[in-house]
């Protein structure tokens, strides 16, 4: 995973997910990951870090070699310091 404190949202790519069921009602338009605006395939919420995650999911062929972002809200609900 990469993390990206710029990222507003925690995103995961499907092949991550196995049979995962995902919440296909909650799909987001986002754009600044790709040249062209991506539609998320869903919504799943993980188990990390002692806590319930939401994450986006994307298709595997977003143009990124990571498995998903682990973005600024994340980094929040765990109270994460980051420094450079």
């Known amino acids: 995973f990469m993390v990206n404190s710029g990222s ?5 790519k499907q092949k991550c997910l196995g049979h995962v069921i ?3 009602t909650n799909s987001l ?3 600044g990951i790709a040249s062209e605006t991506i539609i998320t395939l869903g919504a ?3 188990f990390i870090l002692g806590g319930l995650t939401e994450f986006y999911v994307i298709s595997d062929l977003i143009g990124f070699d990571q498995d ?3 973005g600024n809200r ?3 609900e765990r ?3 980051l420094n450079y």
Do not use: E, P
């Open 74 to 76: 994340f980094l929040r």
């Open 22 to 24: 995902l919440d296909k």
């Open 8 to 12: 507003g949202l925690n995103l995961i």
């Open 79 to 81: 109270s994460a310091i």
């Open 44 to 46: 799943v919420s993980i």
């Open 68 to 70: 998903g972002i682990l």
């Open 29 to 31: 338009s986002l754009q």
